[in-house]
């Protein structure tokens, strides 16, 4: 069973802060991996996209990807407390259409 | 670009009826669309896959004919919960994707549809 595993936190930094999000996944085949944002009572939005290793840098925003780790991060530079939500990753497995998402990080940045 | 809508945002039922939700995508073709369910403080479970003329795929658990989905043209997918009841109640979110989404994004890139908030009396 393909598993996308995240700390359900809360996470709690300090506004300008740098907030790190972590992620690992279970199917090494894996191709595509996503983050999406949901503020309480919303659904789901796309920050971003990666598919190859390494940072993938847009805005504050930051993707990084291991995949001999299996790993996938978000770094959020510069926290503000509209960031304040719950962040999920999602991965695409190896012949599939379908995304696995994580049950997510509770993210709070405190003013 | 890239924009779902889903309607109505939020209805209010009597056990026992049926209610229908739809999912549309506004500015590209889905061709597949995806239909989830989340509890309150629980992460989006994922009920059943729908690919245009053609039957939904369901995850296990989820009763079909309970849950009825139907992705008729490549702008529009229905969720009915036939004869609801008070456990149904939830938010159901849809998600769409399609070739030509902007970006050069992959083209299983999820689109989320608002949600739609179901609570049976």
């Known amino acids: 069973q393909k598993e996308v595993e995240q700390n359900s936190g809360p996470l709690s930094v300090p506004e300008g802060a740098i907030a790190s999000l972590n992620c690992t996944y279970s199917?090494?085949?894996?191709?595509?991996f996503f983050w999406y944002r949901q503020y309480s009572g919303k659904s789901p939005e796309l920050i971003m996209f990666?598919?190859?290793?390494g940072d993938k840098e847009d805005g504050r925003f930051t993707a990084q990807l291991n995949k001999a780790s299996q790993y996938v991060s978000l770094l959020i530079r510069d926290s503000q407390p509209s960031d304040s939500a719950t962040y999920l990753c999602a991965v695409r497995g190896a012949g599939s259409y379908q995304l696995t998402f994580g049950k997510g990080t509770k993210l709070s940045v405190i003013p | 670009g890239a924009v779902v809508s889903q309607h109505p945002s939020r209805v209010i039922c009597k056990s026992g009826t049926s209610v229908k939700i739809e999912c549309r995508s506004l500015d590209f073709q889905a061709t597949t669309m995806f239909w989830y369910r989340q509890f309150p403080k629980q992460s989006l479970m994922l009920m059943a896959t729908?690919?245009?003329?053609?039957?939904?795929?369901?995850e296990q658990g989820v009763e079909k004919d309970k849950f009825l989905i139907n992705h008729a043209s490549l702008t529009l997918s229905t969720l009915t919960v036939t004869s609801a009841h008070p456990e149904d109640s939830s938010f159901y979110i849809c998600?769409?994707?399609?070739?030509?989404?902007?970006?050069?994004?992959?083209?299983?890139?999820?689109?989320f549809g608002p949600g739609t908030r179901l609570l049976v009396l």
């Open positions: 729908s690919n245009e003329g053609s039957k939904a795929t369901y």
């Open positions: 998600s769409a994707t399609g070739p030509g989404t902007s970006g050069g994004r992959p083209s299983e890139t999820q689109y």
């Open positions: 199917d090494r085949g894996s191709q595509s």
């Open positions: 990666i598919y190859s290793n």
